[in-house]
């Protein structure tokens, strides 16, 4: 049984991964609004805001890494939407596969695509100054991070995408988690900001996401943040993930 699956999601996997190298405008889209955003803000607002870092891009990367991987999996909301309306889950459903191997490929393709748009972003941010001297194990530790938190939000954009009424209400659910970093650490610290504002960024999810990363970079000491962050990720996941698979099975009863 576990054989079939694997066999079945790869297969699957391939055929979404197919459609998104014929339409890369896909990856460039998502890839545009957080490479503006981060030129905007270092170099039209850092001048004026202070982050204490001798850098401001080094400060703001993470954000802007949370901001592309939440442009990146509105995408999943609308390609899960368009093979609801197009009856290819009726189609999958006549023949002899998986059925979670479905949610599956789309799952695992839009982590490929937000992958692929973080090492863009990543690599205008060194284009625009940013450096690291961390080692081979922190940035495993990001990759690490940035992947558990890309399968929570796809898992989110799963529901998203089966529960959609109309093709704009599949990618509209994105906005909230994209704007979601400006209220937290990415573009200012925390200790900076009125009361309420203060206590909802402390307690958000993106701020210790946020911290942790930026620690591991820079090689400070990583704080109880992290264990916070998977906490947060892992919770969100697994939340996401049974909320999906009982929507599906919904859908195809």
Not at 184 to 198: D, Q
Request: glycine share 6%; hydrophobic share 55%; with cysteine.
């Amino acid at each position: 049984m576990t054989k079939r699956f694997l066999g079945d999601t790869a297969l699957l996997t391939g055929r979404s991964l197919r459609h998104i190298m014929r339409s890369p405008d896909t990856i460039i889209t998502t890839t545009i609004m957080p490479i503006a955003f981060m030129l905007l803000f270092v170099y039209v607002f850092g001048g004026a805001i202070s982050s204490g870092s001798d850098s401001y891009v080094d400060y703001l990367l993470p954000g802007i890494l949370l901001i592309t991987i939440a442009s990146s999996i509105s995408y999943t909301a609308f390609r899960l939407f368009m093979d609801m309306k197009s009856g290819i889950f009726e189609r999958f459903q006549s023949m002899p596969i998986a059925r979670s191997s479905v949610l599956w490929a789309h799952v695992l393709t839009s982590l490929v695509a937000s992958l692929i748009s973080v090492v863009v972003v990543v690599g205008v941010a060194l284009l625009m100054g940013f450096r690291s001297g961390a080692g081979v194990l922190a940035w495993l530790a990001v990759a690490g991070i940035l992947i558990l938190f890309t399968l929570a939000l796809t898992w989110l954009a799963v529901i998203a995408g089966l529960s959609a009424k109309t093709v704009d209400g599949a990618s509209a659910f994105s906005y909230p988690l994209i704007f979601l970093p400006f209220i937290s650490s990415a573009f200012v610290a925390t200790a900076t900001m009125p009361g309420p504002v203060r206590a909802f960024a402390e307690h958000q999810p993106v701020t210790p996401i946020v911290n942790t990363i930026r620690d591991l970079y820079t090689q400070q000491p990583v704080s109880t943040a992290i264990w916070i962050a998977l906490a947060w990720c892992v919770g969100i996941l697994i939340v996401a993930y049974a909320l999906a698979m009982a929507t599906y099975h919904r859908k195809i009863a």
